[in-house]
């Protein structure tokens, strides 16, 4: 059984910076990728960005091209998020999960692992 713990959340100002961590237990040595999902109130769970675990490539949402970046440290089990000139539609609860087979999917249904997610506001 695999265990996601994220953190990093809180409040931001507009055009501000925060980092969201991911550190993972467990069944690490399954996961071929990792990556961030966000919900916000009243809306659907959607991809924002995840890489693939041993190869290190990355994938994004058009949304968040040019200001977040995903990274992983290996040795630490652990995968980043890096939200930069974040905006007030960033706003949303950001779920860490795990994949543990090959391709980087968009819906969720393709994840196997999640953590309990981490609030981020960006206020205007």
């Known amino acids: 059984q695999g265990q996601l713990v994220e953190s990093g959340g809180g409040l931001v100002q507009a055009g501000g910076s925060l980092r969201l961590s991911c550190v993972a237990s467990?069944?690490?040595?399954?996961?071929?990728?990792m990556g961030w999902f966000r919900q916000a109130p009243g809306k659907e769970r959607e991809f924002v960005a995840a890489?693939?675990?041993?190869?290190?490539?990355?994938y994004y949402t058009n949304s968040v091209k040019g200001r977040f970046t995903v990274s992983r440290d290996t040795a630490k089990n652990t995968v980043y998020l890096q939200m930069n000139s974040v905006k007030p539609e960033d706003t949303a609860i950001y779920y860490c999960?795990?994949?543990?087979?090959?391709?980087?999917?968009?819906?969720?249904?393709?994840?196997?692992?999640w953590g309990q997610g981490t609030q981020v506001t960006v206020s205007p």
């Open positions: 999960t795990a994949r543990t087979i090959p391709g980087i999917p968009t819906t969720r249904d393709r994840y196997d692992y």
């Open positions: 467990g069944r690490t040595f399954s996961y071929r990728s």
């Open positions: 890489i693939k675990w041993s190869e290190g490539d990355t």
